[in-house]
Each structure stands twice: as structure tokens, then as C-alpha cells.
């Protein structure tokens, strides 16, 4: 059976692809409105005829499955709902107690102001009993004070400065032999 092309009857524009069948069933309708006032608002009365009707209020779910009532007497007595709202209100403010427990007062106090600023306490700079110069003078460490007990250094040339510089060890014997003063091995 042969089908017919798709601009045969078709006023209102192209349509799909053998969907002409569907076209031709609508020309009956469509003869009042142009292409765009079909494309805009849809065909008018292919659903209802009616074109005034008001659309339902109440879904299909709704109108079947009413959800129950209630018996309209009291189940419980006066006494039951009023030593419940009580036990209820006992156990809430017990909970609550026990989460918000009252912070403790805070100290805002640093570790400075803890530790080294006592009540009374005088700061004195003690008098200096020797000039010192910061520039030149060697520094006072824990390896400066014990320099003659560390082990696997080389012997020190000089004990005001016991760090500095020294080539003794890369130095030939034959050159070392030569020195007027040899280096006490402590």
C-alpha cells in the first residue's frame, strides 16, 4: 500500500515522517488558526471538547486513599496525658543538663604572666664585674666551656678562642717539627 507524502492536506506546516494520518485528523480543527498560534498554544479540543471546563482539584491519590480519622474519644485519661507531658519534661531538662554543663571559668592568663611576673618581684641587672666587648669578644656556649673534653677534635691552639680556624691537621710533620712550640695533646 502506497503512503501518501506528507504535503498532501497539510496546511498547518510540515509534519514528521509518516505522521501524515495524524495531520489529516487534525485539518478539521485547525482551520481557524495559523501555524504559529498552533505551535504556541497546541491544538485546541483534541482533549476536551469543552473548551470552558475547569480542571480537578483533587489528584487520583487523594481521592482514593483518604487517610483515616480518628476514633473522636478520648483512649487515654486526663491523669495518663499529664504524668506523661511530666515524665517527658523530667527526662528533657535532665538531658539537657547533662549536654550543656556550665563551662568552667575561663583563665586568661598567658604562660608569661604565670610564670615569670610574680607578685613583688624586683628585675636587677647585675653589676658587671669585667668590659666586654660583644663585637670581638668570643661566645660563651656549652662546646666553648667544655672544648678540652670533646673527643676527636683537634688539639686547640689557643683557649680564649678554641674554634677558630686551625690547619694542624693537614699539616706535614716536617713542618710541624719545625715549630719552636708543639701544641700539648689534651
Known amino acids: 500500500m502506497a503512503e501518501k507524502p506528507a504535503a498532501v492536506g497539510n496546511k498547518v506546516g510540515k509534519c514528521m515522517l509518516h505522521n501524515w494520518v495524524e495531520e489529516r485528523a487534525m ?23 469543552d473548551q470552558e471546563s475547569q ?3 483533587v489528584t487520583t491519590l487523594r481521592a482514593n486513599f483518604i487517610p483515616p480519622k480518628g476514633p473522636g474519644v478520648r483512649l487515654r485519661g486526663i491523669r495518663g496525658e499529664l504524668l506523661e ?31 615569670f611576673c610574680v607578685q613583688g618581684f624586683v628585675p636587677l641587672t647585675p653589676e658587671t664585674t669585667q668590659v666586654h666587648d660583644y663585637k670581638s669578644d668570643q661566645a660563651i656556649t656549652f662546646w ?8 676527636g677534635a683537634t688539639a686547640v691552639p689557643s683557649v680564649k678562642a678554641p674554634f677558630r680556624k686551625s690547619a694542624l691537621f693537614s699539616t706535614p710533620i716536617s713542618q710541624r717539627l719545625d715549630e719552636m712550640e708543639l701544641p700539648s695533646d689534651n
Not at 27 to 49: A, C, N, Y
Not at 89 to 112: G, H, L, M, W, Y
Not at 144 to 150: M, P
Open 144 to 151: 666553648s666551656e667544655n672544648c678540652q673534653r670533646i673527643q
Open 27 to 49: 485539518e478539521d480543527v485547525d482551520t481557524q488558526e495559523t501555524r504559529i498560534q498552533i505551535q504556541k498554544h497546541g491544538h485546541k479540543g483534541i482533549i476536551t471538547m
Open 55 to 57: 480542571m480537578e482539584s
Open 85 to 115: 507531658k511530666h515524665n517527658a519534661q523530667r527526662i528533657r531538662e535532665k538531658v539537657n543538663a547533662e549536654r550543656n554543663k556550665p563551662s568552667p571559668k575561663t583563665d586568661f592568663c598567658s604562660t608569661t604572666q604565670r610564670d
